[in-house]
């Protein structure tokens, strides 16, 4: 295993000391793992928190500023954070207007979110409510999930509500919006090679040279089937077919996001949207919005997700909004 | 060799495809590999060209748009583009103020882009001046290099002569900006793994799994030296120590980059940040600005590199102006 780290036991903890290192506009609770926005907690603003394991930078942290999330909580990698940090950055959002949890769709975060909430709620009366994510249509019920994962539609729900929030929508108007593009979004991945978690010290599964997995989780969790290794006008087809199977795309604008998996270069991400985009005119679906890069990654996996999203223009709207994050960042 | 790539002659001319597919704010000549601000050329502000081989995404390319450069050029993976399309990209973004190119200290690049100068400024008489980025301090006279290479303070010379060309500074301007950038910046990097041409099919060179190789360059040509694989604490000590042993970089506010080769995770490049900061701190260096990710790659390399530049007030004003490119984006 090469890694940029030190001991395998601190790689959450030294990486968050960066994060407070690297932005100064954030504060970094060390000892709860948690990155705020410096100015939370903003009165009269609904709070938006989100988290999870740790492994797929930028999300959460990256994520937490202006126009986003007002909290981050970070777990171990590929762990999910334990209630108590998820309440107290539940507590330290709360502007009194109440907290939204964006939770992606695995068992520990949908349990530790939804205890967390009854924690925060019991100490201060803090009015929390939840979105789970659930956009991957590879698989039901993987391994650490009962019903559909959580991806990569993820970074949109918390830019959308985000937006709604920052501009002083109440509870029910965020938590809408953010039920809204769960309802419009979906999101399939592949990858060429599996990632290393630290602690372990060796790939999660075996990949042979000239194979390749579609439907991969972003924990290294089994995808749908193992196949040779194809082109990236091939692997195209294999993230545009299932999302379009299960979802109509046609008739909307539609925001598009092709989000390298962790050690894919740009340069192949670029290469993977250009055949994406080609396929997606070809079905007569018409992209009006696109991400191209790592936007939820899974450490050092090699391979790529496609995520789409069914849009409104209130939906084009709250994505152009200004957002000041280290993950995303425009007009601001 | 596991990429995602069709035909491993076309990655370049596929990635431009997608380029051109997800940024239509910007103009893609397919057939000279040239990327083109859309609104080029700006009439009365000077032309910023740069380009070299592709291969070190977001650089170039990511670099175009309003506050950075008006054209990238790109030549085959980690070869120079040929005169003729530098040529034309410095007739295309000529607004008659004259044309800036930042060129990077490798051979092929210094000739090529000396020559297209000739070879615009003999069709149209357009005033071409060339700034050379040789910041790498870690070797002289390298496998593609007389003198020393150019490597992450190129990000900063585009940044700071791009945002003095947006404000209306004339030609004798931005070149002076660009040159007191070169004066003030050094770097270095480390890698953990080869990088793999996609026209090589297999990595560049051999790292055991116990070793990493010190003051690496960004095409995989050797470095100083080999050592045991060390702990993120110990890198950080290998990027600082030879960069401020070449330069004083106390008195004066600093901008900091820990850039990315590629393919390691963003996690780890916080972690090394971290590292890097306090080590810093230590030596009583003041970071005033710093940037954490991947910002000039070298394809599929694990490993990463510290660029820092000695600042002044007029550098971190023009740093902090508004950037409104794929790769840095900012106040737009």
């Not at 930078?57 to 940090?85: I, K, R």
């Not at 749908?224 to 545009?240: Q, T």
């Not at 989000?259 to 055949?275: D, F, H, I, R, T």
Request: proline share 5%; glycine share 12%; with cysteine.
């Amino acid at each position: 295993m090469k890694k940029l780290i030190n001991n395998v036991d601190d790689v959450v903890h030294d990486s968050l000391v960066g994060v407070a290192a690297a932005h100064p506009e954030l504060r970094v609770d060390l000892e709860q793992r948690v990155v705020y926005r410096g100015d939370a907690p903003k009165q009269g603003k609904v709070g938006l928190v989100s988290g999870g394991g740790s492994g797929h930078e930028p999300l959460h942290g990256g994520y937490v500023g202006t126009g986003m999330l007002d909290a981050a909580v970070a777990g171990e990698v590929f762990t999910s954070p334990t209630p108590d940090p998820i309440a107290e950055a539940t507590k330290g959002v709360d502007g009194g207007a109440g907290v939204l949890h964006i939770v992606k769709n695995y068992t520990g975060d949908v349990m530790n979110f939804e205890m967390a909430a009854e924690l925060a709620n019991a100490e201060t009366g803090v009015d929390v409510r939840s979105v789970i994510v659930d956009d991957d249509v590879a698989v039901q019920d993987s391994l650490y999930t009962a019903g559909r994962r959580g991806v990569g539609l993820t970074v949109f729900v918390e830019k959308l509500a985000g937006a709604a929030a920052e501009e002083g929508a109440d509870l029910d108007a965020v938590e809408a919006v953010a039920k809204k593009v769960v309802a419009n979004g979906r999101s399939y991945g592949i990858a060429l090679t599996s990632c290393t978690v630290p602690a372990a010290g060796e790939p999660t599964f075996d990949l042979p040279e000239d194979e390749m997995e579609l439907g991969i989780g972003i924990h290294g969790e089994p995808g749908r089937k193992r196949v040779p290794l194809a082109s990236a006008k091939e692997i195209a087809k294999d993230l545009v077919d299932p999302i379009l199977d299960d979802l109509d795309f046609t008739g909307a604008p539609v925001i598009a996001m092709l989000n390298g998996m962790g050690a894919s270069p740009l340069l192949e991400l670029y290469l993977v949207y250009g055949e994406v985009a080609a396929l997606l005119a070809e079905r007569g679906v018409t992209v009006e919005r696109r991400l191209v890069g790592d936007y939820i990654t899974s450490l050092d996996m090699a391979g790529c997700s496609l995520t789409l999203m069914r849009a409104d223009e209130e939906d084009l709207r709250l994505f152009d909004a200004p957002v000041n994050t280290s993950g995303l960042r425009w007009g601001a």
